[in-house]
Structure formats: C-alpha cells, structure tokens
C-alpha cells in the first residue's frame, strides 16, 4: 500500500544523509579480516597442537604447502610430521577453512545497508499520464542491524570455534590412522615371521617324509599349520593396506607422495601414565563443541528477541516519491512512499512460536553434550588407563614369560628332549605375543589420541578393536 | 666327605658322619647314635671290629652303616627322611632316603647274628622297613597295615629278629610304596656266612638298580610314572658319576645286584664269562651253574655274579636294554636321521638364533656336542672316556682290572694303558673297490634307502 504524502522535496535528501551515515556506522564494526578469520582458529589449535595451518589460496600458498610437505616426507614421518602433513594438505580442511569466510561475509553483508528501491510507474491515454516514482530504503533494516550483526557475529565466532574444531579433529584422526599404519606394518613383519616358522616345519615335515621317517598325516598337518599361517600375512597385508589408504586419504597425499614411510616400530609405552585430575572440569572449560552450541544458544536467543520484536512488521520501507497525474505538463506531486505489511491474517506467532522452539532445541542439545561430554571423558580416560595396565602387563609379563619358555625350550630341545617341531610351534607362539603386544600397544597410543580428543571435543572411540592376529593365535594352539 | 664326629663304635674313619642329633642324651641314651653320610662316593668296606668276622662288601656309590654291640645284639639306627643325592655332577634329585642318601646304607651281619634296628620317621608320612627275602618273625616283616601299624612321622619302631639265612638281600618300605620306592627309599642287606672262608672272594661290590622320572629342570622325581622313566641308576646313580668297580687282576670278583625298578634289565659283562652263584633264595648249587656274560635280572630279584677277573683293562658293566644307557631324553622326539636340514637352518635361525640341525646322521652328534641344557639335567650320551665319547648314560660302568693292585685299593686307576698293538687301529692303505648288491625297487610301495655317512661339517 502505498499513501503518497505531501511534503517538501528539501526534505528527502536529508533522511538520506541520515541513513547514509546510519550505515556508515554500522559498516565500520563489520568489515572483512586480514586473515579471513583463521587467526582466531590458529590460536585455539595452537592451545592444543603445535602446529601450523594454512589456508591455501593462492598459487605462491600452495607452493610454500608442497615444498614443505616435502620436505617432511624425505625421512619416515613421526606421528607430528603426519599430521603436519594433514594440515597442509586435506582438502576437506580447506573446505572447512572456506565456512569462515562464508560466515565473515554474512557477517559483513548483514553490516552492509540494504540496496534502496526505486520504483516506477508510467501510463498515458490520450494524452493523459500517470507517472508514480519512488525511492524507498528499508529502515526496519536499520533499526534490526545491531541485533543482526550481533547474531552474525556470534555465529562467526561459532564458524572459527568449528573450524578449530575440525582442525582438531583432523589432527586426532591423523594421529589414530597413523598408529594404527605403523602397528599394521608391525603386524605384518612378526605374521611374516610366523610364516617364516610354520614353512620351515612344513619343509622340514616333507623332508621327513622323503627321508621315510614319518607319515604323510605328519606332514600334512605341518602344511595346514604353514596355510594357515600364509593366511595370517594375507589377512595383516590387507589390514595394512587399508590402515595405509586411510593414513594417505587424511594426509591429503596422492601421486609420489604415497610412497611416504613409517618408522619401524610405534612409540614405546611412557613411562608414566596421566593422572586424571579434573580432567571433567579441564573438558567444561575447553571443549570447543560446547563453546560452539554455547554461541550458537546466544545467537538464537538474540534471534528469538528478534522476532519477538519484529513479528508484527516484515517489512517497512521508507523513501523520497513523486507522482504525475494528468497531462505531461503538469507538475508533479512529491511526497513519501512508506510501506509495511500489516499482519492482518499472519500475527507473527507461529515465527515467534519457531524461533522458541529452535532456541529450546539448541538448549537441550547443549545440556545433552554437555553431559555426553563428561561421560566421554571419564570413560575415554579409564580406557586409556586400561589400555595401559594392558600394554604395560604385556610387555613386563606376557612377553617376558614367552621368552623365557622359548629359553627353555630352546635348552630342551639342545637335549633332544622337544623335536624342532615343538621349538617352530613355539617360536610362533612366542612371535604371536610379541604381536599381541605391538597391538596392545596400539590400543595404547590410539586411546591416548581419543583422550586427548574427548578435552578438546566429542570422541570416535576406537581402541581396544579386534584383529586378524588375536583371531589366528585361537586357530593355533596346536 | 666330611666326618663331623668318629663314630663311638670306632668303624673305620671310613667316611662316616654323625649328625649333630638336638636330642637330648637322656632321651637317646637307648638308641644307637645317628651316622649319617654326605657324599655319594663310593666308600671303602667297613671292616668289622667286633661281632663275628666277616668279608665286607663295597657298595657301588654308597656305604655301610655302623652298627653298635648291646648285650650281643647287633644294633643299627635307620633314619628315613628326605635327602639330597647327587645322581651325578652336575645334577641333584630331591629323593627320599636313610641316613643321608638314596639308597640308604648297606647293612653287613653275619648268619646267626642278633640284630635290633630302629628306624626313625622324618619324612612326612607314615613309613615301615620290610626285610626283602628274610626269614624272621612275621611281625617283623614290615608291611604296613598287615604285620605292624605304620611308623608316623616323628616316631621310631625297633625291629629285631636272628639273621638266620646268609645271603644277598634289600630292605624298603611296605607304606605308601608306590611313593616311597619311586622317590628312592631302598637299601642292601648282605648276610654274610658264619665260615668266612665259606665262598669267600677278593671283591664283593653291591648296588640296587632303580630308576627314576625327573623332568629336565625339575628335582623331584615323578611319582606317578609308570614305565617311561628317564634315569636308569645304580644306586641312584648314572653314568657318568657311577664308580667303576676296581679290581686287581685274577682277583675273585662277586657283583651282587638287586632289581627295584619296574622293569627287567639284562646286566651285560664285558671280557669275562661270569657265573650266577646266587639268587634271593640262596646260594646256587655249584652244578647248576653256567657261564654266560648276560644274566636278566627280573623285578624284584637278587642276583649274585661271580667272575676271575683275569683280562686287564677297563670293561664295560651295563645293562644291555640301549635306552637304559641313555639319561633323559624326549620320547616323542621323531627320527631325524637322513633328513636334510641344511636349506633350512638358516631360515630357522632368523627366528630361533640357537638352533641346530641335530639327529640327520644320528644321536652320535649328542657325545661330543656340548649346548647349554635346561638346569638340573644330564646330557643324553655324555660318558668320556680316553678315545673320546663312550655315548652311553645311565646303567652303565666299567671293572676295571690291573695287574698288582692291593687288596684294600678301590682308587679309580685311571684309563688302561693298553700294550702297544692291541688298540683297534685305522687301515691307512687304500681299500679295493666294493662290489655291493643295489637294492631293487618292487613297485613304489617300498623305498630300499642306502642311508650314506654324510659330513658333520655343519655343526
Ligand atoms: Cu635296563
């Protein structure tokens, strides 16, 4: 509806000087970052990794990545060169550093003043003209920008505290796939060992028959024991290719650079393991999920404020307007065009109605991960502990009686007591537990990586998983 | 050996202990003191210093208890109780015993004797002395239950009875037997005849035969085994510790050996025809008797041999079943003679750093190899002797004869030295060419197999 109002012309350039310097204000608290917003997000990752990132955008960025990257792929990547490399390189990480600037340009857009509107009206019959001008501006648009861009702000703090958080996440991952790579190659090395083991029985087993010393039943049995083992390395070389793929695809490495190496073994057990103080408190305090839902809270209860205050009015737009009516000589009449809708059929409560229950919503889910938080740090940190006590009584028991046996029986059989049989099977038996224990050492490393991600925020837990090894020692208690 | 105390009695400084009994002299004053013995050498005879005279034996690993004169009894004091006995260098078994070793002491009288013997119980359990093939009163015949109550840890029963038969005889436990025996409770009773001169010889060794199941790296025998034991003793002794059984030459020699084990052994003498002049019954009738180098002694039994030891030299004595001159060893251990090894030993020792081929030509390898073993155990075939590894264990020693020895002297001589051209001796000169028939193949069922020598170099 528009009313035409008789008013002088002088006045209409004054309002939009007003409204000029209105937004000029305004602009200046929401302009684009140097940096796009990744300072911030760098700053919160350094907290807890010391590591660089870096938004490549440019040619000259992406040089200084690869050369880099290079560089720590010259030598067997440490656990830190891994997620070094992740950092630099996965492209999934880049995409994520891009939601910033897609969040800083709402912010600066909901900083920007509305484009004014002209509009125009033209009809002639006879001789006889209408001509409507209008050159209206949105002020409701003004009167909401503070409100709004606190939202956007809010919301691009959130961005950089998600961002943060996939950095993180990335890193963690990098770290867990890494372990897990390096436990593989292990894996496969003592499986070859055993197969190694199980093939000289089997020779020795044919080599017996053809000497007549003993049945074929003999020997077949020793070559079911060499299939079997042949199996385990087949069974670990694809438990390696896949921990290898899954360490390639997070390093965002394709092409030469998959030809990357680990070292030889994983990390030992430290000697000490960390003592779990206030560790539910150190995760309230630093979670970047729950400061994430925390400003994301803020921002829909601003936005509920919001829509409380403006459910009666969509739009109201305001703005210099002339009118011709009659013949083309005629002067024209100016005045204002002001336009809001009136809610007449639509009074705003089903948006209010919405804008509480997506602001309910996000309460409650703020409290569920909240208290799913402390429940995954407490139970993130027993599994670490356990994983622990597990690895550590491995290496100080398990390991160390398997070898004493094997001492013992290697004594046994120098007084031809045992045949070379029972020392093969052995040997097996005893590279198994040393296998057993590489793999409780994984468990370790990658519980220590789901603790160290449950402080910072929610956890895929992934220790303490099955393995083709564990799987074969039952099938070879022969 | 150590002699803490000369024993009261005055027996010969002949390596006998006292020990230091914490038992108030009051309490003890009827019974004979204690003699125990530490070392599992081979001791001189005890030369009787009272009583009636008598040729004494020598134990093969072992001794003879002193005994004392009370009113004209013979009185000796048997204590059972866990010992600690060197089966040879080199390994020790945690056995039950008397007086300080497994087997106990020999016990020497003479036919007519009056003999009391107390016998204390310091093992665990419940114990008794049955006499092996004496006559004497049925109460005194020491089964457990049937002829008397068991002797409880911590008691002492006193036995006595006229030792009316001469002869070759054992005493062990009739209580828990399949215990007491299988950890090395046994001992020898010789009564000798009244006449001295009755049968008399220069030398006169005695020992059991027993065996026992000690694991390598264990101590304690098996009790439960029944047949697959792997120690073969004398005494509770193995060769390489078994004394030889020294003698001068064309001196009378009578070996007496009794059989506790659970199974018969075939007693094989080298260089010499020997006669079996006695068994647990008695002397054999002198026309009853044939020569023969092997006699089987069965389980149970006693048998007395007898010889002139006329042929110098160092002769085999052993037991002619071949696992019973062999120590421990694995029974499930297949045959690996013929069998090449020589691809694989180096793939074994990638993993097993230690390992050696061993058996492709044989167990000969197992004389001269020396590897470390599990604690507490012997090598399989470990006897030395001047020419190299005898490879044999277990039931197995030699008499050793030489020209001109004392009466009294039981010194091991040493290696013979043999006269100049009576050595077996390698032919140097070139061999004619041998014109062997070749084995034919019958179809591929059976593979004739000419099993060729092939080098040691490899170990
Ligand atoms: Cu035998």
New binding site residues.
């Given amino acids: 509806m528009t009313i035409p109002m008789a008013s002088s012309l002088v006045s209409i350039p004054r309002v939009l000087v007003t409204l000029f310097f209105i937004s000029v204000t305004l602009n200046g608290c929401a302009s684009f970052s140097k940096d796009g917003g990744l300072g911030a997000v760098q700053k919160t990752t350094k907290d807890f990794i010391s590591k660089d990132i870096q938004w490549v955008k440019s040619l000259e960025d992406q040089d200084s990545v690869q050369s880099r990257t290079e560089e720590l792929l010259k030598k067997p990547l440490t656990v830190n060169d891994a997620v070094q490399i992740a950092l630099f390189n996965n492209k999934g990480l880049q995409a994520a550093f891009y939601d910033l600037g897609i969040s800083e340009a709402d912010l600066v857009q909901t900083g920007k003043l509305p484009n004014p509107r002209f509009a125009m009206l033209h009809t002639k019959n006879n001789g006889d003209y209408k001509i409507e001008q209008s050159f209206t501006f949105n002020i409701f648009s003004l009167l909401t920008m503070p409100k709004a861009l606190q939202i956007e702000k809010r919301l691009f703090e959130q961005t950089q505290r998600q961002t943060a958080m996939e950095v993180l996440r990335l890193a963690n991952e990098t770290r867990k796939a890494y372990f897990k790579a390096v436990a593989a190659d292990q894996s496969t090395h003592y499986m070859q060992q055993v197969r190694t083991a199980a093939e000289a029985s089997a020779e020795l087993a044919r080599n017996m028959v053809k000497a007549g010393n003993w049945r074929k039943l003999d020997q077949a049995r020793e070559q079911g024991f060499y299939a079997d083992a042949a199996l385990g390395v087949a069974r670990a070389e694809r438990n390696k290719i896949t921990a290898y793929e899954e360490l390639t695809r997070l390093m965002g490495l394709w092409g030469k650079q998959t030809q990357f190496t680990l070292p030889e073994r994983l990390p030992d057990l430290p000697l000490t393991v960390d003592e779990s103080n206030n560790i539910e408190q150190t995760a309230m305090d630093q979670r970047l999920d729950l400061q994430s839902l925390r400003l994301q809270t803020e921002a829909l209860a601003n936005q509920l404020g919001l829509t409380k205050a403006t459910r009666f009015i969509n739009v109201l737009e305001v703005g210099p307007a002339r009118v011709l009516e009659g013949k083309r000589s005629d002067p024209y009449k100016k005045g204002f065009e002001i336009t809001f809708e009136i809610p007449i059929f639509d009074w705003g409560t089903a948006r209010v109605a919405r804008a509480e229950a997506i602001y309910m919503q996000a309460i409650n889910i703020l409290a569920e991960t909240a208290v799913n938080a402390r429940s995954e740090v407490r139970q993130s940190y027993k599994l670490y502990r356990s994983n622990y006590d597990i690895a550590k009584h491995y290496r100080d028991e398990i390991v160390p009686i398997r070898k004493r046996i094997s001492a013992e029986n290697q004594l046994r059989y120098n007084g031809m007591l045992i045949s070379a049989f029972e020392l093969l099977v052995n040997a097996q038996l005893q590279v198994s537990t040393v296998n057993s224990y590489i793999e409780a050492l994984r468990d370790f490393w990658l519980s220590q990586s789901d603790l160290e991600m449950a402080l910072i925020g929610k956890p895929l837990f992934s220790s303490g998983t099955g393995s083709p090894m564990r799987d074969n020692q039952m099938s070879m208690s022969h | 050996m150590v002699t803490r105390r000369n024993f009261l009695l005055g027996a010969s400084a002949a390596g006998v202990a006292l020990s230091a009994a914490k038992v108030s002299s009051v309490a003890m004053a009827a019974l004979p003191q204690i003699v125990s013995m530490e070392t599992p050498d081979t001791q001189p005879p005890l030369m009787p210093e009272n009583g009636r005279p008598y040729n004494p034996v020598v134990t093969l690993n072992g001794w003879t208890l002193p005994w004392r004169m009370n009113n004209g009894v013979k009185e000796f004091h048997l204590v059972a109780e866990p010992v600690v006995r060197e089966m040879a260098p080199g390994m020790k078994a945690h056995l039950w015993g008397y007086n300080g070793q497994s087997p106990g002491p020999t016990i020497e009288v003479v036919e007519g004797d009056r003999v009391r013997i107390f016998v204390t119980n310091r093992l665990p359990e419940h114990t008794s002395i049955h006499w092996h093939g004496q006559r004497l009163p049925n109460g005194m015949d020491g089964v457990t239950g049937l002829t008397q109550a068991g002797i409880n840890p911590g008691k002492t029963f006193v036995y006595e009875f006229e030792a009316k038969r001469p002869g070759t005889f054992m005493y062990h436990p009739h209580a828990d037997e399949m215990t007491q025996m299988a950890m090395g409770m046994m001992g020898f009773w010789v009564t000798h005849p009244k006449n001295p001169k009755f049968m008399a010889v220069d030398r006169d060794f005695v020992f059991l035969?027993n065996s026992f199941d000690i694991d390598p790296g264990s101590y304690t025998p098996k009790i439960t085994t029944m047949l697959d034991f792997n120690l073969?003793a004398f005494n509770s002794r193995v060769a390489p510790g078994i004394s030889p059984m020294v003698a001068g030459q064309g001196d009378r020699v009578r070996i007496r050996v009794g059989n506790l084990?659970m199974?018969?052994?075939?007693?094989h003498l080298h260089g010499h025809e020997f006669v079996v002049v006695g068994t647990d019954g008695g002397w054999t009738p002198p026309n009853s008797r044939w020569p023969e180098v092997t006699a089987d002694i069965a389980v149970g039994q006693m048998r007395a041999f007898e010889f002139i030891a006329d042929e110098p030299g160092d002769w085999a004595f052993h037991?002619?079943?071949s696992?019973?001159?062999m120590n421990a060893m694995g029974h499930d251990v297949p045959t690996m003679i013929g069998v090449d090894q020589s691809k694989l030993v180096d793939r074994i020792t990638s993993l097993i750093p230690d390992y050696m081929s061993m058996g492709e030509s044989g167990m000969a390898d197992m004389e001269t190899m020396e590897m470390p073993l599990p604690d507490n155990t012997l090598p399989m075939m470990s006897g030395q002797g001047q020419f190299g590894g005898i490879g044999m264990g277990?039931?197995f020693t030699t008499v050793k004869i030489r020209e001109g020895l004392a009466r009294n002297d039981y010194k091991d001589p040493g290696a013979y030295q043999h006269p100049v051209g009576t050595v077996a001796y390698e032919m140097n000169s070139e061999l004619p060419p041998v014109q062997r028939q070749t084995a034919t193949l019958s179809g591929d069922e059976i593979e004739f197999k000419a099993r060729k020598p092939v080098s040691h170099g490899e170990h």
């Fill in positions: 035969l073969w084990t199974t018969n052994h075939p007693m037991c002619h079943k696992h019973h001159t277990g039931m």
